[in-house]
């Protein structure tokens, strides 16, 4: 938690540093934007003796005539659960599309905020598709094809005239999944400006 905040007062403070410093134009009709994000999935927590969850994507932004975006891409999120001595990976991969209004952004067009929908579609593994556990278990849960969508809530500031700084939040509701129907993410990454 004190590392969320920390994250998110960071972002924030080079938001409001960076204001007036690029004055290019910005959500022109027709730009596009690749972006790289990484999450922490329902927390975030690397020890072994816990669970770790965490989430990373890639994905094509384009801008529309209204300011807006449309957003396509795919994302990989794993979550692992401690039984006995070691973690058991649940993976998803997914691909989704979805767009995002911004409703709001300052008047130098550094900073802008946006929130998006998406519908998200994939598939689930646990660990790995091995029933079998080393103790001579076997896992219930089964291998599915999930389907749902996600909100999100996006602040973005241009750090150059090309690079761009996002901070989300997001909700995930996915239907199919043997694990958890809801996933929450807290993340950030980086657009590139390709035109």
Request: proline content about 2%; some cysteine; hydrophobic content about 40%.
């Amino acid at each position: 938690m004190n590392r969320t905040i920390l994250v998110i007062s960071l972002v924030f403070f080079l938001c409001f540093t960076l204001i007036g410093q690029a004055h290019a134009q910005r959500y022109l009709p027709g730009q596009k934007g690749l972006q790289v994000t990484a999450s922490a999935v329902d927390g975030f927590n690397l020890e072994k003796g816990d669970k770790q969850a965490f989430a990373g994507g890639i994905a094509l932004a384009t801008y529309t005539k209204s300011g807006d975006r449309w957003v396509f891409g795919g994302e990989y999120l794993q979550k692992s659960y401690l039984y006995k001595t070691e973690l058991l990976p649940t993976a998803q991969f997914t691909a989704e599309g979805g767009y995002y209004y911004n409703f709001l952004s300052d008047p130098s067009k550094t900073v802008f905020f946006s929130i998006g929908t998406s519908l998200v579609a994939g598939y689930e593994t646990v660990n790995w598709g091995e029933k079998l556990l080393f103790d001579g278990a076997t896992i219930s849960s089964e291998d599915n094809f999930l389907y749902g969508g996600a909100v999100t809530f996006e602040v973005e500031t241009y750090l150059s005239d090309r690079i761009v700084l996002l901070l989300n939040v997001r909700e995930r509701i996915l239907g199919g999944s043997s694990i958890n129907m809801f996933h929450t993410q807290i993340g950030g990454g980086f657009r590139f400006i390709l035109n």
